[in-house]
Protein backbone atom coordinates (compact mmCIF):
# COMPACT_ATOMS: atom_id res chain seq x y z
CA UNK A 1 0.00 0.00 0.00
CA UNK A 2 1.13 3.83 -0.59
CA UNK A 3 2.61 5.90 2.47
CA UNK A 4 0.23 8.61 3.52
CA UNK A 5 2.74 11.09 1.75
CA UNK A 6 2.69 9.33 -1.75
CA UNK A 7 -1.70 9.33 -0.60
CA UNK A 8 -0.93 12.90 -0.45
CA UNK A 9 0.42 13.72 -3.63
CA UNK A 10 -1.89 11.53 -5.65
CA UNK A 11 -4.88 13.10 -3.78
CA UNK A 12 -3.22 16.75 -4.83
CA UNK A 13 -2.02 16.38 -8.12
CA UNK A 14 -5.34 15.59 -9.95
CA UNK A 15 -7.19 18.47 -11.70
CA UNK A 16 -11.06 18.88 -11.42
CA UNK A 17 -12.89 19.14 -14.70
CA UNK A 18 -16.44 20.16 -14.63
CA UNK A 19 -18.49 18.42 -17.33
CA UNK A 20 -19.90 19.32 -20.55
CA UNK A 21 -16.21 20.16 -21.56
CA UNK A 22 -15.43 23.51 -23.62
CA UNK A 23 -13.32 22.86 -27.13
CA UNK A 24 -11.14 24.89 -25.13
CA UNK A 25 -11.04 22.80 -21.51
CA UNK A 26 -9.75 20.04 -24.16
CA UNK A 27 -7.39 21.54 -26.05
CA UNK A 28 -4.98 22.01 -22.39
CA UNK A 29 -5.38 18.22 -21.54
CA UNK A 30 -2.37 16.62 -22.27
CA UNK A 31 -1.41 12.95 -22.31
CA UNK A 32 -0.48 12.11 -18.84
CA UNK A 33 -2.44 14.49 -16.79
CA UNK A 34 -4.98 13.06 -14.03
CA UNK A 35 -8.22 14.43 -13.74
CA UNK A 36 -11.28 14.45 -11.48
CA UNK A 37 -14.55 14.25 -13.51
CA UNK A 38 -17.23 16.10 -12.27
CA UNK A 39 -20.92 16.83 -13.61
CA UNK A 40 -22.85 14.44 -16.01
CA UNK A 41 -21.93 11.89 -18.44
CA UNK A 42 -23.25 8.82 -20.55
CA UNK A 43 -22.69 5.36 -21.14
CA UNK A 44 -22.19 3.22 -24.20
CA UNK A 45 -20.82 0.23 -25.57
CA UNK A 46 -21.44 -2.08 -28.36
CA UNK A 47 -24.57 -1.95 -28.95
CA UNK A 48 -25.16 1.89 -28.47
CA UNK A 49 -22.46 2.43 -30.60
CA UNK A 50 -23.36 0.31 -33.69
CA UNK A 51 -26.98 1.74 -33.13
CA UNK A 52 -25.50 5.13 -33.54
CA UNK A 53 -23.28 4.44 -36.73
CA UNK A 54 -25.84 2.39 -38.50
CA UNK A 55 -29.08 3.54 -37.72
CA UNK A 56 -27.65 7.54 -37.03
CA UNK A 57 -30.67 8.67 -35.21
CA UNK A 58 -31.07 12.13 -35.27
CA UNK A 59 -30.07 14.29 -32.13
CA UNK A 60 -33.75 14.60 -31.14
CA UNK A 61 -34.64 11.10 -30.92
CA UNK A 62 -31.69 10.58 -27.88
CA UNK A 63 -33.08 12.31 -24.63
CA UNK A 64 -29.52 13.88 -23.22
CA UNK A 65 -27.36 16.23 -25.15
CA UNK A 66 -24.25 14.69 -26.09
CA UNK A 67 -22.42 17.65 -27.40
CA UNK A 68 -19.43 18.19 -24.97
CA UNK A 69 -19.84 15.21 -23.29
CA UNK A 70 -18.20 12.27 -22.19
CA UNK A 71 -19.45 9.01 -23.64
CA UNK A 72 -18.36 6.12 -20.66
CA UNK A 73 -17.57 2.68 -22.13
CA UNK A 74 -19.63 0.69 -19.16
CA UNK A 75 -22.11 -2.03 -18.69
CA UNK A 76 -22.84 -1.40 -15.31
CA UNK A 77 -24.50 -3.45 -12.78
CA UNK A 78 -28.04 -1.61 -12.00
CA UNK A 79 -30.23 -2.25 -8.87
CA UNK A 80 -33.93 -1.31 -9.25
CA UNK A 81 -34.96 1.07 -6.59
CA UNK A 82 -38.69 2.22 -5.77
CA UNK A 83 -37.87 5.57 -7.59
CA UNK A 84 -35.26 5.01 -10.40
CA UNK A 85 -32.28 2.79 -10.33
CA UNK A 86 -29.14 2.18 -8.20
CA UNK A 87 -25.52 1.70 -9.55
CA UNK A 88 -24.22 -1.03 -7.71
CA UNK A 89 -21.23 -1.37 -10.14
CA UNK A 90 -19.59 -0.15 -12.52
CA UNK A 91 -15.78 -0.08 -13.93
CA UNK A 92 -14.88 0.63 -17.55
CA UNK A 93 -15.12 -1.77 -20.33
CA UNK A 94 -12.68 -2.31 -23.31
CA UNK A 95 -12.85 0.74 -25.89
CA UNK A 96 -11.16 -1.42 -28.24
CA UNK A 97 -14.14 -2.95 -29.45
CA UNK A 98 -15.61 -0.07 -30.77
CA UNK A 99 -13.07 1.44 -32.72
CA UNK A 100 -14.58 1.17 -35.46
CA UNK A 101 -17.51 3.80 -34.91
CA UNK A 102 -15.89 5.73 -32.64
CA UNK A 103 -14.51 8.63 -34.68
CA UNK A 104 -17.81 8.31 -36.53
CA UNK A 105 -19.83 9.03 -33.10
CA UNK A 106 -17.42 11.80 -31.91
CA UNK A 107 -17.43 13.85 -35.40
CA UNK A 108 -21.57 13.56 -35.91
CA UNK A 109 -22.63 14.05 -31.96
CA UNK A 110 -19.78 16.31 -30.66
CA UNK A 111 -18.58 14.16 -28.11
CA UNK A 112 -15.69 15.88 -26.03
CA UNK A 113 -14.96 12.68 -23.96
CA UNK A 114 -14.39 8.99 -24.39
CA UNK A 115 -13.53 7.16 -21.41
CA UNK A 116 -12.95 3.21 -21.06
CA UNK A 117 -9.82 0.97 -20.09
CA UNK A 118 -7.11 0.01 -22.65
CA UNK A 119 -7.02 2.86 -25.52
CA UNK A 120 -8.02 3.39 -28.75
CA UNK A 121 -6.58 3.08 -32.11
CA UNK A 122 -5.47 5.30 -35.09
CA UNK A 123 -8.71 6.03 -36.26
CA UNK A 124 -10.06 7.43 -33.38
CA UNK A 125 -7.07 9.03 -32.21
CA UNK A 126 -7.32 11.17 -35.52
CA UNK A 127 -11.28 11.72 -35.05
CA UNK A 128 -10.10 13.51 -31.34
CA UNK A 129 -7.20 15.78 -33.26
CA UNK A 130 -9.53 17.03 -35.93
CA UNK A 131 -12.56 17.36 -33.20
CA UNK A 132 -11.37 18.51 -30.28
CA UNK A 133 -12.17 15.29 -28.08
CA UNK A 134 -10.04 13.06 -25.92
CA UNK A 135 -9.70 9.61 -24.14
CA UNK A 136 -10.16 9.29 -20.72
CA UNK A 137 -7.89 6.20 -18.92
CA UNK A 138 -9.54 4.29 -15.93
CA UNK A 139 -9.28 1.50 -13.56
CA UNK A 140 -10.28 -1.65 -15.06
CA UNK A 141 -12.06 -4.00 -12.67
CA UNK A 142 -12.48 -0.80 -10.11
CA UNK A 143 -16.16 -1.04 -10.43
CA UNK A 144 -17.30 -0.69 -6.42
CA UNK A 145 -14.74 2.54 -5.98
CA UNK A 146 -15.62 3.74 -9.22
CA UNK A 147 -19.80 3.48 -8.57
CA UNK A 148 -19.11 4.97 -5.38
CA UNK A 149 -18.29 7.96 -7.63
CA UNK A 150 -21.72 8.16 -9.14
CA UNK A 151 -23.41 10.31 -7.63
CA UNK A 152 -26.85 9.38 -9.21
CA UNK A 153 -28.38 7.42 -12.46
CA UNK A 154 -30.20 10.51 -13.81
CA UNK A 155 -32.13 8.61 -16.65
CA UNK A 156 -31.99 6.22 -19.46
CA UNK A 157 -32.19 5.36 -23.02
CA UNK A 158 -32.57 2.01 -25.04
CA UNK A 159 -33.38 0.07 -21.82
CA UNK A 160 -35.91 -1.67 -23.28
CA UNK A 161 -34.27 -2.38 -26.01
CA UNK A 162 -30.73 -3.14 -25.01
CA UNK A 163 -31.37 -3.89 -21.44
CA UNK A 164 -29.41 -2.74 -18.24
CA UNK A 165 -25.75 -3.59 -19.23
CA UNK A 166 -26.14 -2.19 -23.01
CA UNK A 167 -28.66 0.90 -22.58
CA UNK A 168 -27.28 4.35 -22.34
CA UNK A 169 -27.29 5.88 -18.74
CA UNK A 170 -26.60 9.28 -17.88
CA UNK A 171 -24.77 9.67 -14.93
CA UNK A 172 -24.41 12.42 -12.61
CA UNK A 173 -20.34 11.93 -11.51
CA UNK A 174 -17.93 13.65 -8.67
CA UNK A 175 -14.55 13.23 -8.60
CA UNK A 176 -14.59 10.67 -10.95
CA UNK A 177 -10.73 9.80 -11.43
CA UNK A 178 -8.96 9.11 -14.74
CA UNK A 179 -5.88 10.10 -16.71
CA UNK A 180 -5.52 11.32 -19.90
CA UNK A 181 -4.32 8.68 -22.03
CA UNK A 182 -4.71 9.78 -25.58
CA UNK A 183 -4.96 13.82 -26.21
CA UNK A 184 -6.76 16.39 -28.93
CA UNK A 185 -2.69 17.02 -30.11
CA UNK A 186 -2.53 13.69 -31.28
CA UNK A 187 -0.79 12.10 -28.36
CA UNK A 188 -0.87 8.58 -27.51
CA UNK A 189 0.55 7.13 -24.42
CA UNK A 190 -1.09 3.78 -25.73
CA UNK A 191 0.91 4.01 -28.59
CA UNK A 192 4.01 4.76 -27.13
CA UNK A 193 4.14 2.05 -24.27
CA UNK A 194 3.23 -0.69 -27.56
CA UNK A 195 6.21 0.76 -29.64
CA UNK A 196 8.16 0.27 -26.28
CA UNK A 197 6.97 -3.23 -25.30
CA UNK A 198 7.17 -4.18 -28.50
CA UNK A 199 10.95 -3.70 -29.02
CA UNK A 200 11.42 -5.41 -25.47
CA UNK A 201 9.87 -8.36 -27.01
CA UNK A 202 11.86 -8.67 -30.08
CA UNK A 203 14.86 -8.12 -27.78
CA UNK A 204 13.20 -11.02 -25.76
CA UNK A 205 12.72 -13.59 -28.49
CA UNK A 206 16.17 -12.96 -30.25
CA UNK A 207 17.89 -14.92 -27.65
CA UNK B 1 -30.59 -30.44 -3.26
CA UNK B 2 -31.80 -27.06 -1.56
CA UNK B 3 -29.00 -26.93 0.79
CA UNK B 4 -26.53 -27.18 -2.07
CA UNK B 5 -27.92 -24.81 -4.07
CA UNK B 6 -28.06 -22.49 -1.21
CA UNK B 7 -23.97 -23.08 -0.92
CA UNK B 8 -23.14 -22.24 -4.91
CA UNK B 9 -25.48 -18.63 -4.80
CA UNK B 10 -22.77 -18.13 -1.50
CA UNK B 11 -19.98 -19.54 -3.55
CA UNK B 12 -21.31 -16.89 -6.32
CA UNK B 13 -21.76 -14.23 -3.60
CA UNK B 14 -18.37 -14.74 -2.11
CA UNK B 15 -16.35 -15.06 -5.48
CA UNK B 16 -18.12 -12.17 -7.30
CA UNK B 17 -17.19 -9.62 -4.25
CA UNK B 18 -13.64 -11.02 -2.57
CA UNK B 19 -10.52 -11.78 -4.37
CA UNK B 20 -8.81 -15.13 -2.80
CA UNK B 21 -6.01 -14.19 -0.41
CA UNK B 22 -2.83 -14.90 -2.81
CA UNK B 23 -4.55 -12.90 -5.53
CA UNK B 24 -4.96 -9.77 -3.01
CA UNK B 25 -1.91 -10.08 -1.78
CA UNK B 26 -0.09 -10.17 -4.94
CA UNK B 27 -1.95 -6.76 -5.91
CA UNK B 28 -0.32 -5.21 -2.34
CA UNK B 29 3.55 -6.39 -3.06
CA UNK B 30 3.46 -5.05 -6.90
CA UNK B 31 1.95 -1.88 -5.56
CA UNK B 32 5.21 -1.53 -3.17
CA UNK B 33 7.67 -2.60 -6.22
CA UNK B 34 6.14 0.30 -8.77
CA UNK B 35 7.95 3.77 -9.05
CA UNK B 36 6.79 6.00 -5.75
CA UNK B 37 4.19 8.63 -7.48
CA UNK B 38 4.23 6.62 -10.63
CA UNK B 39 0.56 6.12 -12.35
CA UNK B 40 1.48 2.15 -11.78
CA UNK B 41 1.50 2.32 -8.22
CA UNK B 42 -1.24 4.56 -7.98
CA UNK B 43 -3.66 2.15 -10.21
CA UNK B 44 -2.90 -0.40 -8.34
CA UNK B 45 -3.69 1.29 -5.36
CA UNK B 46 -6.96 1.82 -6.57
CA UNK B 47 -6.97 -1.67 -7.37
CA UNK B 48 -6.33 -2.54 -3.60
CA UNK B 49 -9.00 -0.11 -2.37
CA UNK B 50 -11.07 -1.24 -4.82
CA UNK B 51 -11.02 -4.87 -3.70
CA UNK B 52 -11.30 -3.75 0.15
CA UNK B 53 -14.75 -2.05 -0.39
CA UNK B 54 -15.91 -4.76 -2.29
CA UNK B 55 -15.54 -7.55 0.19
CA UNK B 56 -16.49 -4.87 2.76
CA UNK B 57 -19.83 -3.85 1.04
CA UNK B 58 -20.75 -7.20 -0.54
CA UNK B 59 -21.00 -5.74 -3.68
CA UNK B 60 -19.18 -7.64 -7.50
CA UNK B 61 -15.79 -5.84 -7.60
CA UNK B 62 -15.75 -6.23 -11.09
CA UNK B 63 -18.97 -4.96 -13.11
CA UNK B 64 -18.43 -7.83 -15.60
CA UNK B 65 -19.10 -11.34 -13.50
CA UNK B 66 -18.22 -12.90 -16.63
CA UNK B 67 -18.95 -16.34 -17.92
CA UNK B 68 -19.07 -18.52 -14.63
CA UNK B 69 -17.05 -21.37 -15.46
CA UNK B 70 -17.59 -24.47 -12.94
CA UNK B 71 -15.30 -27.33 -12.34
CA UNK B 72 -16.91 -30.22 -10.51
CA UNK B 73 -15.44 -33.22 -9.16
CA UNK B 74 -18.22 -35.68 -8.26
CA UNK B 75 -18.55 -38.78 -6.25
CA UNK B 76 -19.18 -42.08 -7.98
CA UNK B 77 -23.13 -42.03 -7.45
CA UNK B 78 -24.24 -38.81 -7.82
CA UNK B 79 -26.24 -37.77 -10.79
CA UNK B 80 -24.73 -34.86 -13.35
CA UNK B 81 -27.95 -33.89 -14.10
CA UNK B 82 -29.35 -33.55 -11.05
CA UNK B 83 -25.83 -31.46 -9.96
CA UNK B 84 -26.48 -29.22 -13.19
CA UNK B 85 -29.82 -28.78 -12.60
CA UNK B 86 -29.01 -27.24 -9.23
CA UNK B 87 -26.22 -24.74 -10.06
CA UNK B 88 -28.16 -23.34 -12.99
CA UNK B 89 -31.01 -22.99 -10.52
CA UNK B 90 -28.29 -20.97 -8.30
CA UNK B 91 -27.17 -19.22 -11.38
CA UNK B 92 -30.71 -17.74 -11.50
CA UNK B 93 -30.85 -16.79 -7.91
CA UNK B 94 -27.35 -15.45 -7.70
CA UNK B 95 -28.13 -13.41 -10.32
CA UNK B 96 -30.42 -11.51 -8.28
CA UNK B 97 -29.25 -11.68 -4.91
CA UNK B 98 -25.44 -10.91 -5.44
CA UNK B 99 -26.33 -9.48 -7.76
CA UNK B 100 -24.47 -10.50 -10.89
CA UNK B 101 -24.61 -8.55 -14.38
CA UNK B 102 -26.83 -10.55 -16.79
CA UNK B 103 -24.19 -11.89 -19.21
CA UNK B 104 -25.85 -14.45 -21.48
CA UNK B 105 -26.99 -13.34 -25.06
CA UNK B 106 -28.57 -15.28 -27.26
CA UNK B 107 -26.61 -15.29 -30.53
CA UNK B 108 -29.49 -15.23 -33.08
CA UNK B 109 -32.03 -12.99 -31.36
CA UNK B 110 -29.11 -10.90 -29.70
CA UNK B 111 -31.66 -11.35 -26.56
CA UNK B 112 -29.82 -11.46 -23.14
CA UNK B 113 -31.50 -14.07 -21.19
CA UNK B 114 -31.59 -11.88 -17.98
CA UNK B 115 -30.37 -14.94 -15.74
CA UNK B 116 -26.90 -15.83 -16.82
CA UNK B 117 -28.17 -18.74 -17.77
CA UNK B 118 -28.39 -19.96 -21.93
CA UNK B 119 -27.38 -22.76 -24.21
CA UNK B 120 -23.88 -23.50 -22.81
CA UNK B 121 -24.15 -20.95 -19.98
CA UNK B 122 -22.68 -21.53 -17.35
CA UNK B 123 -19.68 -23.46 -18.30
CA UNK B 124 -19.82 -26.54 -16.30
CA UNK B 125 -16.97 -29.36 -16.50
CA UNK B 126 -17.66 -32.80 -14.60
CA UNK B 127 -15.07 -35.36 -13.62
CA UNK B 128 -15.92 -38.17 -11.54
CA UNK B 129 -13.99 -38.74 -8.27
CA UNK B 130 -12.86 -41.51 -5.67
CA UNK B 131 -13.10 -39.13 -2.87
CA UNK B 132 -16.19 -39.07 -0.73
CA UNK B 133 -16.90 -35.26 -1.05
CA UNK B 134 -18.03 -33.27 -4.15
CA UNK B 135 -16.00 -30.42 -4.72
CA UNK B 136 -17.31 -27.59 -7.20
CA UNK B 137 -14.81 -25.20 -8.08
CA UNK B 138 -16.16 -21.46 -9.47
CA UNK B 139 -13.81 -18.95 -11.89
CA UNK B 140 -16.49 -15.93 -13.11
CA UNK B 141 -14.13 -15.13 -16.15
CA UNK B 142 -14.64 -11.43 -17.41
CA UNK B 143 -14.67 -11.16 -20.58
CA UNK B 144 -12.08 -8.22 -21.66
CA UNK B 145 -9.19 -10.49 -20.38
CA UNK B 146 -10.76 -13.37 -22.59
CA UNK B 147 -11.01 -11.37 -25.32
CA UNK B 148 -6.55 -11.04 -24.92
CA UNK B 149 -6.09 -14.67 -25.53
CA UNK B 150 -4.27 -16.46 -28.32
CA UNK B 151 -4.49 -19.94 -29.71
CA UNK B 152 -0.85 -21.00 -31.78
CA UNK B 153 -0.46 -23.95 -34.07
CA UNK B 154 3.32 -24.41 -34.03
CA UNK B 155 5.93 -24.04 -35.85
CA UNK B 156 5.05 -20.32 -36.25
CA UNK B 157 8.18 -18.58 -38.25
CA UNK B 158 6.53 -15.00 -37.73
CA UNK B 159 8.15 -15.45 -34.39
CA UNK B 160 10.90 -17.67 -34.69
CA UNK B 161 8.70 -20.15 -32.34
CA UNK B 162 9.53 -23.77 -33.09
CA UNK B 163 7.94 -26.72 -31.37
CA UNK B 164 9.87 -27.08 -28.02
CA UNK B 165 9.44 -24.92 -25.01
CA UNK B 166 11.61 -21.92 -26.34
CA UNK B 167 8.68 -21.71 -28.81
CA UNK B 168 6.10 -21.64 -26.28
CA UNK B 169 7.85 -19.07 -24.28
CA UNK B 170 8.00 -17.02 -27.66
CA UNK B 171 3.94 -17.91 -28.07
CA UNK B 172 3.12 -16.48 -24.31
CA UNK B 173 5.30 -13.59 -25.10
CA UNK B 174 3.70 -12.65 -27.96
CA UNK B 175 0.11 -13.06 -26.57
CA UNK B 176 0.68 -10.83 -23.57
CA UNK B 177 2.74 -8.30 -26.14
CA UNK B 178 -0.50 -8.02 -28.25
CA UNK B 179 -2.81 -8.10 -24.84
CA UNK B 180 -1.13 -4.34 -24.16
CA UNK B 181 -3.67 -3.42 -21.18
CA UNK B 182 -6.84 -4.27 -22.66
CA UNK B 183 -7.55 -7.69 -20.67
CA UNK B 184 -6.63 -5.65 -17.31
CA UNK B 185 -3.53 -6.47 -16.62
CA UNK B 186 -1.41 -7.73 -14.16
CA UNK B 187 -2.40 -10.67 -15.50
CA UNK B 188 -2.51 -13.81 -14.24
CA UNK B 189 -1.83 -16.09 -17.42
CA UNK B 190 -2.72 -19.50 -17.78
CA UNK B 191 -1.29 -21.86 -20.83
CA UNK B 192 -2.46 -25.10 -22.11
CA UNK B 193 0.24 -27.34 -24.42
CA UNK B 194 -1.35 -30.46 -26.25
CA UNK B 195 -2.43 -32.02 -29.41
CA UNK B 196 -5.94 -30.72 -30.16
CA UNK B 197 -7.53 -27.04 -30.16
CA UNK B 198 -10.03 -28.13 -27.91
CA UNK B 199 -8.19 -29.71 -25.59
CA UNK B 200 -5.26 -27.24 -25.10
CA UNK B 201 -7.77 -24.25 -24.66
CA UNK B 202 -9.69 -26.07 -21.78
CA UNK B 203 -6.01 -26.88 -20.31
CA UNK B 204 -5.04 -23.12 -20.21
CA UNK B 205 -8.09 -22.04 -18.40
CA UNK B 206 -8.01 -24.31 -16.00
CA UNK B 207 -4.57 -23.60 -15.01
CA UNK B 208 -5.96 -20.39 -13.64
CA UNK B 209 -7.47 -22.17 -10.76
CA UNK B 210 -4.04 -22.92 -9.45
CA UNK B 211 -2.69 -20.83 -6.97
CA UNK B 212 -0.04 -18.20 -7.39
CA UNK B 213 2.67 -19.55 -5.40
CA UNK B 214 1.80 -23.28 -6.60
CA UNK B 215 4.82 -24.14 -9.07
CA UNK B 216 4.38 -26.99 -11.93
CA UNK B 217 5.63 -29.99 -10.55
CA UNK B 218 7.54 -30.70 -14.01
CA UNK B 219 10.63 -29.14 -13.20
CA UNK B 220 11.37 -27.48 -16.84
CA UNK B 221 7.66 -26.11 -16.65
CA UNK B 222 8.57 -24.70 -12.98
CA UNK B 223 11.36 -23.10 -14.44
CA UNK B 224 9.42 -21.75 -17.56
CA UNK B 225 6.95 -20.23 -15.46
CA UNK B 226 9.64 -18.59 -13.15
CA UNK B 227 11.05 -17.17 -16.49
CA UNK B 228 8.29 -16.50 -18.25
CA UNK B 229 6.97 -14.01 -15.14
CA UNK B 230 10.31 -12.34 -15.11
CA UNK B 231 10.03 -11.46 -19.30
CA UNK B 232 6.84 -10.51 -19.31
CA UNK B 233 7.42 -8.28 -16.58
CA UNK B 234 10.12 -6.28 -18.10
CA UNK B 235 7.66 -5.71 -21.25
CA UNK B 236 6.95 -2.28 -19.33
CA UNK B 237 3.21 -2.68 -20.26
CA UNK B 238 2.54 -2.34 -16.50
CA UNK B 239 -1.00 -2.34 -14.36
CA UNK B 240 -3.97 -1.26 -17.01
CA UNK B 241 -1.10 -0.78 -19.59
CA UNK B 242 -0.01 2.34 -18.51
CA UNK B 243 3.66 1.65 -18.04
CA UNK B 244 5.47 0.17 -15.20
CA UNK B 245 6.92 -2.87 -14.10
CA UNK B 246 4.48 -5.21 -12.96
CA UNK B 247 2.43 -6.97 -15.93
CA UNK B 248 1.65 -10.07 -14.76
CA UNK B 249 1.87 -12.02 -11.09
CA UNK B 250 2.06 -15.44 -12.10
CA UNK B 251 2.46 -17.62 -15.16
CA UNK B 252 1.02 -21.46 -15.10
CA UNK B 253 1.73 -24.01 -17.71
CA UNK B 254 -0.45 -27.18 -18.27
CA UNK B 255 0.66 -29.96 -20.24
CA UNK B 256 -0.63 -33.01 -22.36
CA UNK B 257 0.45 -35.50 -24.66
CA UNK B 258 0.81 -34.31 -28.34
CA UNK B 259 0.84 -36.29 -31.58
CA UNK B 260 3.68 -36.11 -33.82
CA UNK B 261 2.47 -33.74 -36.45
CA UNK B 262 0.47 -31.67 -34.06
CA UNK B 263 1.58 -28.86 -31.23
CA UNK B 264 -0.84 -26.57 -29.97
CA UNK B 265 -0.22 -23.92 -27.64
CA UNK B 266 -3.29 -21.98 -25.82
CA UNK B 267 -3.00 -18.65 -23.86
CA UNK B 268 -5.06 -17.75 -21.98
CA UNK B 269 -5.35 -14.65 -19.94
CA UNK B 270 -6.96 -13.26 -17.05
CA UNK B 271 -7.67 -10.05 -15.52
CA UNK B 272 -5.94 -9.13 -11.58
CA UNK B 273 -9.24 -9.54 -10.57
CA UNK B 274 -8.88 -13.30 -11.27
CA UNK B 275 -11.67 -14.28 -9.21
CA UNK B 276 -12.04 -17.89 -8.12
CA UNK B 277 -13.09 -20.07 -5.11
CA UNK B 278 -13.94 -23.66 -4.18
CA UNK B 279 -17.33 -24.97 -2.30
CA UNK B 280 -16.19 -28.42 -0.73
CA UNK B 281 -19.56 -30.58 0.08
Known sequence: MLGDAKREAHMVSPRNLTLPLSAEDVSLLKAGDIVLLNGPLVTGRDKVHKYLVEKRPPKTEIPFDLAGTVLYHCGPIMRKTDDGYAVVAAGPTTSIRVEMYEAEVIRQYGLRGVMGKGGMG?????????????????????????????????????????????????????????????????????????????????????? | MLKLRDGVVELYRKVATSLPPDVEEAVKAACAEEAAGSTAASTLSVIAENIRRARDTFRPLCQDTGVPVFYVKVPIGLSHTELRNTILEATREATQKVPLRPNAVDVITEKNSGDNTGEGFPIIYFEETLAATLTIDLMLKGAGSENAGQLYKLPLSEIGAQRDLEGVRRCVLDAVQKAQGRGCPPYIVGVGIGATKDQVTRLAKEQLMRKLRDGSKIEELAELERQLLVDINSLGIGPMGLGGRTTALGVKIGVNHRHPASYFVDVSIGCWAMRRGRLIW
Not at chain 1, 141 to 170: H, N, P
Not at chain 1, 174 to 183: C, G, I, L, R, Y
Request: charged share 25%.
Open chain 1, 122 to 207: EKTLRAMQESGCVYFHTVGGAAAYLADRITRAVGVWKLEEFGTTEAMWLFEVASFPAVVTMDAHGNSMHKEIEALSLEKFNELISK
